[in-house]
């Protein structure tokens, strides 16, 4: 049991580190991308970062909605992973259209796999376990090392102008953390949650999969 948790607990620390790389390429490059890669105006460019962000941090409340109750944790954490690498990927397209609809995607899985990671991680700790603050401390940690990952990266190609490099190897951050994710699956299951013991499963993933889907497109129209 002790060895079961350990590994989890390394899975879902390099599953915190690899999928944080994406947003922070984003955080820190996408305002000269669309200004320097695309010739968009300051003000534009600014404002549309600004918005990234803001839309970020409030989709992890949705995601908080959604985890437990609609979709198991891990699963929408799968289904994160897959969004962000499917959003970086299109981002990698020098194009405003390819731009809008990559961070539309991109918002849709960042914003919602945040509050995943964190419970996952809650779950495998009784209450008072002392070693759940540990736990944190470590899986922040991890957080902050991919935040240092993808600020180094994004400082080397901004240099070389190869926005469309940085982008693909964002999207390759969030396919590990993916397949991170796979490979602990068994681990990860929801505990205790009201989807857990739903007799429903099958129709709340598909509610779920409605939001996410509905999602997409509201924050597309909103660029």
């Not at 009784?126 to 090392?145: C, I, Q, T, V």
Request: hydrophobic share 50%; charged share 10%; with cysteine.
């Amino acid at each position: 049991m002790e060895s079961s948790i350990l590994k989890t607990r390394r899975a879902l620390l390099f599953m915190q580190m690899f999928s944080t790389i994406g947003f922070s390429v984003l955080f820190s490059t996408l305002v000269l991308y669309a200004t320097q890669g695309l010739d968009l105006e300051d003000r534009y460019a600014t404002s549309l970062t600004a918005g990234f962000i803001a839309f970020n941090y409030t989709l992890h409340f949705l995601g908080g909605a959604i985890g437990g109750r609609l979709m198991s944790y891990r699963l929408l954490f799968v289904v994160g992973m897959l969004l962000q690498a499917a959003g970086c990927a299109i981002i990698s397209i020098p194009s405003v259209f390819s731009l809008l609809l990559g961070l539309s995607v991109m918002l849709s899985g960042a914003g919602l796999n945040v509050i995943c990671i964190n419970c996952m991680l809650t779950q495998l700790f009784d209450p008072h376990d002392k070693r759940r603050e540990s736990a944190f401390l470590w899986n922040y940690s991890g957080m902050n090392f991919g935040f240092l990952i993808g600020f180094s990266m994004s400082g080397y190609f901004q240099l070389q102008q190869n926005f469309s490099v940085l982008f693909l190897l964002s999207a390759l951050g969030s396919l590990i953390s993916f397949f991170l994710s796979l490979l602990n699956w068994r681990h990860l299951r929801d505990k205790d949650t009201v989807y857990s013991h739903a007799r429903n499963q099958r129709k709340r993933i598909f509610f779920a999969s409605l939001i996410i889907i509905a999602l997409i497109f509201c924050t597309r129209s909103r660029g």
